[in-house]
């Protein structure tokens, strides 16, 4: 057998580091060996020199240099036996060797036992020497680690990174709001569980399907429930999990996975963030791309490479379809495209239902008006707001949750945690003047939704917010809207710039702006809203990065690019004059609600609009015809 070194250092160090600890006692303990021959018998030194005094000292031997000292005596009461008795001397006694001298005493000095040194030397090398052998276990250890240091000197082998549920436990039932998305994907599990039924008529089943949607929709979800509602197996990875540094490894690693799957067929693939491998080839910024498209070319081959029949069948999810190889979206490969949307109010409602089966809820809660508050809320959003819901209501241990959890979580979740209120100061002022410009803009202008509060307290980044109310799910807007919505997001600017001067404007307006030039810009380039008539001028993905164009083209001329500038400067300065302007018209009522702003902190949307009515004459609203 070869015994390596290290299991050689293994064993003889905790052996060295018992074995110093025993003769570091046994030196400790070094200067009694003296006293072993000896009755250990004390005598104090006054009495010694009385011996000495008397002559009853025959010889006196001197130990550890001088310390110490066995003093054999006589004994006259008892037949002058010899006594050996053991003195502490004092530290500086060096009458004593003289006074011994001049009685004619024998005496002898027996030196400090010096072979300690070399252990002494060893006992300072050991922990060092543990240091380091310790250093070197951690290090070969960790060596084998998958992911760790030493990873890189074996990406040859590929580690699966997969993960596999045998049961997902997820069902059809636990998917809410996507109902589409829902029933497009039933025939999948049919597929996985009656094969039988479309071979029989010589039906090619489908390989795979592309869940398409934003993050949150619920597409993970959804092909865990099609693995559930089958009775399948669960294979998912994602697609960045293919892509490594070294060429090569992704691809064996889509080796693995299928190899694995078909194993364990009939089963489902999910192939989470395919976009990360599945890019159009020969695009993207910077090299590096032969590990990708190595990647992706085994994936195509994999998906080649089994019949329809053998019960496998992939599931792909992404955001960015319009990036993918075509080569993947073929026929026999990702040919059924899904797409996994963000819920309407009724799709919220329902996601609210699944999520709170396992929450004490309030029953005067309408779940129903809680979808209504959260436009563009996700699944995964909407679970989290009931999530938070319920933590508040915990902490204010109360017993169920109820809708004043919920509008705070909806808060939380949409602007984040709450801060402390400013104190009254001129900071505190602009603030309110500010949001209460934004407010009063979105009462009086009638394409604008409703407020549903304004309020002082901070939350995130904002110092004070101004909430309101979507009227209906945000499918088309009309330019009537835009316009109001750009005026109202201008309010806070306006009002600072009105009521403190164009000296006080602050910064505080600075998210508002970018918006508002967004919004604008979309208008002129986008929805053809503008002079320069109903054009699309810019493609709609910006990234270039992420997209399949290297440069991105301008579709127009320079001369289009700077009426664009024109078109959008146009637009948002049409809007600061009207938002001035009602800022300047309503002044009276502007002070009276930030004053009451400043008092109560928070001004719901009912009582603000009922302020403002008392001092408008106009009863209808007015309707902005910037443009
Ligand atoms: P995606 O994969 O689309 O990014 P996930 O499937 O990971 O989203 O969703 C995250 C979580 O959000 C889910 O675990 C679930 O709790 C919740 N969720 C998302 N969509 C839905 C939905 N349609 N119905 C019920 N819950 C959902
Ligand atoms: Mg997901
Ligand atoms: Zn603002």
Redo the contacts with the bound molecule.
């Keep these: 057998m070869k015994l390596s070194w290290r299991v050689l250092l293994l064993w003889t160090l905790p052996a060295l580091v018992i074995g110093f600890f025993f003769w570091q006692g046994a030196f400790a303990t070094a200067p009694t060996d003296m006293s072993k021959n000896t009755a250990s018998t004390r005598m104090t030194y006054g009495r010694f020199l009385d011996y000495l005094d008397s002559g009853r000292v025959t010889s006196v031997d001197l130990y550890e240099g001088g310390r110490t000292a066995i003093v054999e005596a006589v004994d006259p009461e008892l037949d002058n036996r010899i006594q050996r008795l053991r003195v502490d001397l004092p530290y500086n006694a060096p009458e004593l060797i003289s006074k011994l001298r001049g009685a004619n005493i024998s005496f002898d000095s027996h030196p400090l036992r010096n072979d300690g040194a070399i252990w002494g030397l060893l006992g300072n090398l050991i922990f060092p020497i543990l240091l380091i052998g310790g250093l070197f276990f951690l290090f070969r250890r960790s060596s084998n680690i998958p992911g760790g240091p030493g990873q890189a000197m074996n990406f040859g082998k590929s580690r699966a990174r997969f993960q596999m549920e045998a049961k997902t436990g997820v069902k059809f039932d636990?998917?809410?709001?996507?109902e589409e998305a829902k029933e497009e994907l039933q025939e999948v599990v049919t597929f996985l569980k009656q094969p039988e039924r479309f071979t029989a008529v010589g039906a090619r089943i489908p390989k795979g399907a592309l869940l398409v949607?934003p993050?949150?929709?619920?597409?993970?979800?959804?092909a865990k429930a099609i693995a559930g509602e089958a009775g399948v197996p669960f294979f998912s990875i994602s697609g960045s999990e293919f892509v490594e540094m070294f060429v090569g490894v992704g691809a064996s690693r889509v080796r693995d996975l299928f190899k694995k799957a078909k194993d364990n067929a009939p089963c489902l693939i999910f192939i989470?963030e395919i976009d990360a491998v599945g890019r159009q080839r020969g695009a993207g910024t910077g090299g590096g791309n032969d590990e990708r498209e190595q990647t992706l070319n085994q994936l195509l081959t994999e998906m080649d490479g089994f019949e329809g029949n053998t019960g496998i069948i992939i599931i792909a999810?992404t955001n960015r379809p319009d990036v993918l190889d075509s080569a993947l979206l073929r026929p026999g490969r990702f040919d059924r495209q899904v797409i996994?949307d963000a819920?309407d109010v009724k799709g919220r409602q329902e996601?609210l239902q699944?999520?709170a089966r396992n929450k004490k809820l309030d029953p005067r809660v309408s779940l129903d008006a809680v979808a209504r508050r959260t436009p563009g809320f996700?699944?995964?959003d909407l679970?989290n707001l009931l999530n938070e819901a319920a933590i508040l209501t915990a902490r204010r241990r109360k017993e169920a949750i109820t809708l004043l959890e919920i509008d705070d979580a909806i808060d939380r979740v949409v602007a984040g945690m709450e801060g402390t209120p400013l104190v009254d100061s001129k900071s505190k002022r602009l603030i309110a003047y500010h949001e209460i410009g934004h407010a009063l803009i979105g009462t009086v202008l009638k394409d604008h939704d409703p407020v549903q509060k304004v309020t002082l307290i901070p939350r995130g980044q904002a110092q004070g917010l101004t909430w309101f109310t979507p009227s209906e799910d945000q499918g088309l807007i009309s330019r009537a809207q835009l316009l109001a919505r750009i005026t109202g997001a201008l309010g806070g600017r306006a009002a600072e710039d009105i009521i403190f001067g164009a000296a006080e404007i602050t910064t505080g307006a600075g998210g508002d702006l970018q918006q508002i030039s967004a919004m604008a810009r979309q208008m002129v380039t986008r929805f053809g809203m503008s002079d320069l008539g109903p054009l699309s001028l810019e493609s709609q993905s910006g990234e270039v990065f992420l997209g399949r164009d290297w440069m991105s083209r301008s579709e127009y001329s320079e001369a289009i690019a700077s009426r664009i500038d024109a078109q959008v400067r146009a637009i948002v300065e049409e809007c600061y004059k009207n938002a001035k302007n009602i800022m300047r018209e309503n002044r009276v009522v502007i002070d009276r609600l930030v004053d009451l702003l400043i008092e109560k902190e928070t001004i719901d949307g009912e009582e603000f609009r009922q302020i403002v009515a008392e001092y408008t004459d106009v009863p209808e609203k007015q309707s902005v015809t910037a443009m």
């Excluded at 636990?174 to 996507?178: M, Q, S, T």
């Design positions: 636990d998917v809410a709001g996507i949607g993050p949150g929709t619920g597409k993970t979800l959804l989470d999810a996994v819920p996601i699944v999520h996700t699944g995964a679970a």
